[in-house]
């Protein structure tokens, strides 16, 4: 039996930017949406899933992440209900939804909670380097251990299980049965998916967006390579600096550009910008910088007499590692990546 949340619009609003009540349910989102068809009205079904406080259809549908978010619903929009919004908004609660720490949830809700998080984060990192009384080659060797656990830990005990239940409720509750053998000849698409997001060009807005967002994630991706399985930090070899630096300066050139547009709001999709995706770009942005600014040090050497250089990367690097990746806007690049997946896999042959 379906569940009616009475509250739902009252708890999605926490999420996002969206006016319900100003729906009349007139159709032209979904005149103007290229994912519609004879068989779902997109966005307009997910509106009024809402509206009517269907919680268990909602989290139950993959729609909300095959939308690439245009924006051309929420500007055509008469009542300015802002649709794209509202599946951006509805984004963030799947996202507490699949979540099995309650984390995602908090944090989404609770800018506070963000905050009181960043704090005690860098307070212990503060603290570490307090107690190893700022020898650096010491603090450097754990930072490069915390690098490989947070990685190993975030995706065992947290993205593993909620990739799962997210596969539970969109998949298995949708009682189709796929064959098994489907889970392995779509699997090329996923990763595929996963590293250009290739959905986006869809949009003819969004052209140069998605060319941002694919050296984006392969800049963010081979840093993460080169600091981590390369030693960035430490290594001698020049071709690995000269990439570190190439990768590092990638990420905060093209995120600085996203903060900038976030800033001027000059696309439907940066008219709203929620805490999680300001701490977002601001994260990645400062990523970039640090990680260019130790190894630069480094080269300079004077990297002994500013040890502070490297705390600070590592109090950013923290937060990022515990906050941002398993809680916060990252989780959008994997559960888009997986909606995409289950949802080609439930589609009948
Ligand atoms: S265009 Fe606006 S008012 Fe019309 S159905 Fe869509 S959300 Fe509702
Ligand atoms: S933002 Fe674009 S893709 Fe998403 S529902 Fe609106 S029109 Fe469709």
Redesign the pocket.
Known sequence: MTRINPEFTNELKKYGAFDPNACYNCGN?TA?????DEQNS??RKMVRYSVLGLQDDIQTSLDPWL????????TTCPREAD??EL?MSLRRWLIARYDWTGLSGVLYKSPLASVAAFLVLAALVVWFGISMHFQLDTIMHYGHLFEMAAIAGVFVFILIPNLIHMWWLTVYKSGIRAPVSKYFTTAGNLIVHMFTQKRTLD?EENQIRWFEHFILVLGYLSLLITTVFLDWFSTQSMVIIVLGYLESAVIFIVTFDFIRRRIQKDKEISKHSHPSDWLFVIWLFLMGLTAFGVRLFIDLNIIENNVWIFVIQMIVLVQWALIIVPFGKWTHFLYRSFAMYFHEIIQPD
């Open positions: 989102c103007v949406c290229t994912l519609s997109f966005p939308c690439y978010y245009c924006g051309e619903c929420s649709p794209g599946m949009c």
